[in-house]
């Protein structure tokens, strides 16, 4: 469903911007931001693909190449069988966009109203079009507030009728950029439910974002960006296995228990052992998943119960990757 | 026909936000004084500077040249749009925007309308003009044609102050002022440069207005009516434009990266 080969995106700056940046540094390049690398993707329909990575790594750009807002400077990129650079008009019918934040709504006009006109500019057949926005309208939980001017919405509520406003066209594909942006908990709760629903009647959806536990809940596979590359793309569910086959043990060990630490470290059953951030708790990476029970008995056998074994997250691969910046959990 | 439903939609959601432009008292007090006083000071210049002749020839040329003025504010409509974070998605609409801005900005024709007709009333209250009774019966489908000969010239302007957004009150104030010097609002077109005087024809307003003129002074209605043609077709020509023009910003937009999520 998208299909992206060699992407890239260079931002020349104009004028003063230009300037400044000679001013700071002699070379041309300085002008001149990639903002994305030759990235490779490719997105079977059906799929929610998360595109993950911290602040300006390059996701809203490739959405917005995506979607049509935007050209590339090289490479090609195809949705729903479409160039959207030679055939941008079929690609626009055929795709829905929702960005984070408030903005993008006509506000002197009532929810319905907003998704009627967005309606007829997605060409939706006239006799379809009050049905559809009702439905959407529920599905978003806006149908008591359907006639009430948009002025008068708080930010949870425009996220929704954007939301709604994605959908108008009933798109194939849907592009969801940072969503959840600035959404209390409930709200994030029901709008990842929303895109459940979205998956299971078969629409493709790429979101990015950088909350961990966001993608770890709604993607299949993810894909981590950093520099305007693609470091990995895996399912969502083994990513952990990049960094480790089997479970790792997470102990906290009591303060007269230290002195076990060394002698944890000997065993030829331990790859290697990482202090954690919490105090007195460290990582236990053994050498094979064999190894483990024998571990395991050895930790009891010395008293240690505080325990914890799990398959590295996807987080720890993010951390690995990319580092802590822009990370959210 | 979609088309009809664009501009049907684009035009509901602009005469939703004109209800909070203006009240009516803002309107009158604001607006509506700014413009007879505009009216005014012509006339009274027109009769000090000849005769009764002239201060006509003013008057009519600044009540009539009130609408197209009015229109061009559709420029100010672009810039809400751009504001709100809109503009972005109409870009990737599939439907071209070009044709959502024939419709998007109408209110200001409507306005437009009110304007000219109340100035048209004032002036003949005060200056008691020597025209034809023709003016009073033909003024509103002339008026009609002006204004919206007016709106699409502005919908370009619009177009062109997205692209250049710092620049949209220059655009805004350089488009009204051409029409006010040039097409004959206050001295007859052929009173500029050949060139200049060439270059009106292709402009809204001039024709509409000497279609007013013709029938201030009792001409023959074929004439009127030959003028107004030629406005219409002057209309059309700058609706066309307002199409290409849109879908040009629109790709130059993509190429350059000034269309974002946030902007
Ligand atoms: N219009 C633009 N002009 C210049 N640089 C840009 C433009 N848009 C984005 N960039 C740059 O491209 C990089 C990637 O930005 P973006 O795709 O917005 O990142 P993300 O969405 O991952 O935070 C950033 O360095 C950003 O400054
Ligand atoms: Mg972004």
């Known amino acids: 469903m998208i299909e992206v080969t060699g992407l890239g995106r260079v931002f020349v700056k104009k004028g003063r911007q230009a300037k400044r940046a000679k001013q700071s540094g002699p070379t041309a390049q300085d002008s001149r931001v990639v903002a994305l690398d030759s990235v490779n993707l490719s997105v079977p329909e059906g799929e929610t693909h998360g595109v993950l990575g911290p602040n300006g790594a390059g996701k809203t750009t490739l959405v917005r190449i995506l979607s049509t807002m935007l050209l590339p400077t090289s490479g090609r990129a195809l949705v729903a069988g479409h160039d959207v650079t030679t055939e941008a008009d079929q690609v626009r019918r055929r795709i829905g966009i929702v960005f984070g934040g408030d903005n993008g709504l006509y506000t002197r006009i009532t929810a319905r109203q907003n998704l009627v006109f967005w309606a007829t500019m997605y060409r939706v057949d006239a ?95 993810v894909s ?106 | 026909m979609m088309v009809k439903q664009v501009i049907g939609q684009a035009a509901f959601v602009g005469f939703a936000e004109f209800k909070h432009v203006y009240t009516p008292k803002t309107w009158l007090t604001g607006w509506m004084l700014r413009l007879v006083s505009q009216v005014v000071f012509f006339g009274l210049v027109g009769k000090m500077a000849g005769d009764r002749i002239t201060a006509e020839y003013v008057l009519l040329g600044n009540a009539v040249t009130v609408i197209a003025i009015e229109a061009t504010l559709v420029i100010t409509t672009a810039s809400l749009e751009r504001y709100q974070g809109t503009y972005p998605m109409l870009v990737v609409s599939p439907t071209n925007m070009g044709l959502v ?122 004439d009127v009516l030959g003028q107004l043609g030629l406005e219409v077709c002057v209309a059309a020509l700058w609706a066309a434009l307002t199409l290409l023009f849109f879908e040009r910003i629109a790709s130059k937009g993509r190429r350059d990266g000034s269309l974002n999520f946030t902007s």
């Open chain 1, 127 to 221: 006799s379809v079009v009050k049905r559809r926005s009702q439905e959407l309208l529920e599905r978003v939980g806006l149908a008591d507030r359907a006639d009430e001017p948009v002025e008068g919405f708080s930010r949870g509520m425009r996220q929704r009728l954007h939301l709604a406003r994605g959908l108008i066209g009933d798109p194939a594909v849907l592009f969801l950029d940072e969503p959840t942006m600035g959404m209390d908990p409930l709200a994030t709760r029901d709008f990842r439910d929303l895109v459940h629903e979205l998956k299971a009647e078969g629409r493709t959806i790429l979101i990015t974002t950088h909350d961990m536990s966001e993608a770890e809940a709604l993607c299949d596979r």
């Open chain 1, 224 to 329: 981590l960006v950093d520099h305007g590359s693609i470091l990995v793309t895996e399912p969502t569910a083994t990513i952990g296995r990049m960094l480790s086959g089997h479970d790792r043990i997470d102990v906290t060990l009591r303060e007269d228990q230290s002195p076990l630490l060394s002698e944890l470290a000997g065993l030829p059953q331990v790859e290697r052992v990482d202090k954690l951030s919490e105090p007195g708790s460290v990582r236990i990476h053994t050498v094979s998943a064999d190894a483990n029970p024998v571990v395991l008995r050895w930790l009891l056998d010395a008293g240690i119960d505080a325990l914890r074994t799990g398959r590295p997250t996807l987080e720890e691969v993010y951390v690995h990757l990319v580092g802590n910046r822009g990370l959210t959990v």
């Open chain 2, 101 to 222: 801005y024939l419709g998007r900005g109408l209110h200001w024709v409507l306005a437009g309308l009110g304007s000219s007709a109340l100035v048209f009333a004032l002036v003949w209250a005060l200056f008691r003009p020597d025209w034809n009774w023709r003016v009073a019966v033909f003024a509103l489908p002339c008026l009609i044609v002006i204004g919206l000969g007016a709106y699409v010239y502005g919908a370009i302007l619009a177009a062109c102050s997205l692209r250049h957004y710092k620049f949209r009150w220059v655009y805004l104030n350089f488009g009204f002022m051409v029409l006010m010097t040039f097409c004959g609002t206050n001295v007859p077109r052929s009173f500029w440069p050949a060139p200049i005087e060439w270059a009106t024809q292709v402009l809204p307003l001039s024709h509409g207005l000497t279609a007013m003129r013709t029938l201030a002074a009792a001409g023959p209605l074929s």
